[in-house]
């Protein structure tokens, strides 16, 4: 037998939490001393345990677990609830560092207000090109990364699925009414199933700059390539693009060299 503290050291709960649930008759106890009225509990409950705080953590309340663990739910479907709820929770922890990362970056950038960032500029034609690429529509801008990664990574699988050789990837970045919305994939000639055939059309002037390192500081280089094309008398004419020269997959991005590309034109 297990005492209460025990119990709930293993199960990784409070005390206070066995008492409610108790109370509740949702775990009752294994044994309860008459004298001293301390609770003890079999190693065997351990199971249920988990499944009550497994179902806990997906929501259901005290009358909905108490109803799956009397119809006895399976340990299949409760491993495909939590499977799906770990994609959700792995996905609300890149959003939450996403934006801790651009809340470290302001912090930063106001620090250092008096010493703004430069760039080279160099104006040049942008040709046109074809994607075969795909799409979305971000809402939430520290969310962006996140989305491009994604599709980056199902445009790769789709055209490597059909034998197609990668060519240098691209981003395009086209700010509308409902947000911001990105185009990603591989200037490849080929139709590919499954993904978008997308003309980026020629600019006959576009202002160029790079980015090297990781995509966390990209923004201060847009931010920094805007601010020299006002200086120069000049404006966007169009959507924005990422050339990724350099991009290998792995976390370290020191590496990374991007080449940002925006049409312009005289202001």
Do not use: N
Request: aromatic share 4%; charged share 25%.
């Amino acid at each position: 037998m297990l005492s209460i503290g025990a119990f709930a050291d293993l199960g990784q709960v409070s005390v206070r939490m066995l008492r409610h649930w108790d109370a509740v008759g949702l775990l009752t106890p294994a044994h309860v001393d008459a004298w001293s009225g301390y609770r003890s509990y079999a190693a065997e409950q351990l199971d249920r345990l988990h499944r009550i705080v497994a179902l806990r953590d997906l929501g259901f309340g005290i009358e909905g677990v108490r109803t799956l663990l009397d119809e006895g739910v399976a340990p299949e479907r409760l491993e495909e609830l939590l499977q799906l709820h770990r994609a959700s929770v792995e996905q609300e922890h890149a959003v939450a560092t996403a934006r801790l990362a651009e809340v470290e970056r302001r912090i930063t950038r106001i620090h250092e207000e008096q010493d703004m960032t430069e760039i080279e500029i160099v104006t040049k034609p942008l040709p046109g090109v074809r994607l075969a690429s795909l799409s979305v529509v971000v809402e939430q801008p520290q969310e962006t990364a996140a989305h491009v990664e994604r599709i980056f990574a199902e445009a790769q699988a789709r055209i490597e699925a059909v034998g197609g050789s990668l060519a240098t990837p691209i981003a395009v970045y086209d700010a509308d009414e409902r947000g911001m919305r990105v185009i990603a994939g591989y200037a490849i000639e080929r139709e590919v199933e499954g993904l978008d055939s997308v003309e980026l059309p020629a600019a006959p002037i576009g202002a160029c700059a790079v980015h090297l390192g990781a995509m966390s500081g990209i923004r201060d280089s847009w931010e920094a390539l805007h601010r020299g094309l006002e200086a120069r008398g000049m404006r966007p004419s169009g959507a924005a693009r990422e050339r990724y020269v350099r991009a290998e997959p792995d976390d370290d991005q020191s590496g990374w060299v991007t080449e940002l590309q925006l049409p312009v034109v005289r202001a």
